[in-house]
């Protein structure tokens, strides 16, 4: 069982930034690899982020190239999501997830979530 605490979001202005976190505590073999999926009301839940906790390895979908950062805490249970040149149409509950696969985080099919956290871009 893994718990994830997300901190981070809030309301900024187009191009600005905005950390979001998420710790995991639990078996860490459940949180080998963590990500930042986001949803807009109405729409379908996007992949953001991923990372392997292990080695640091991540990925940032295409959306977020060149703005967006992930990375992870020496004690590999901690990942951030910096986000940076905001735009309006960020705006979204973003979640944390965690998977003791690739594949499960990949596929938006990890068996942990967060309760999501909100990031509103104004123009």
């Known amino acids: 069982l893994v718990q994830l605490e997300e901190c981070g979001g809030g309301a900024v202005q187009s191009g600005g930034c905005l950390m979001l976190?998420?710790?995991?505590?639990?078996?860490?073999?459940?949180?080998?690899?963590m990500g930042w999926f986001r949803q807009v009301p109405g729409k379908e839940r996007e992949k953001v982020a991923t990372i392997q906790m292990d080695n640091g390895n991540g990925y940032i979908d295409d959306f977020g190239q060149g703005r967006f950062t992930i990375s992870r805490d020496d004690d590999k249970t901690t990942m951030h999501l910096r986000m940076s040149v905001l735009k309006p149409e960020d705006t979204a509950m973003y979640y944390c997830?965690?998977?003791?696969?690739?594949?499960?985080?990949?596929?938006?099919?990890?068996?942990?979530w967060g309760q999501g956290t909100q990031v509103t871009v104004s123009s």
């Open positions: 976190s998420c710790a995991a505590s639990g078996k860490k073999s459940d949180s080998a690899f």
């Open positions: 997830a965690a998977a003791e696969s690739y594949r499960t985080l990949w596929e938006g099919r990890a068996s942990f």
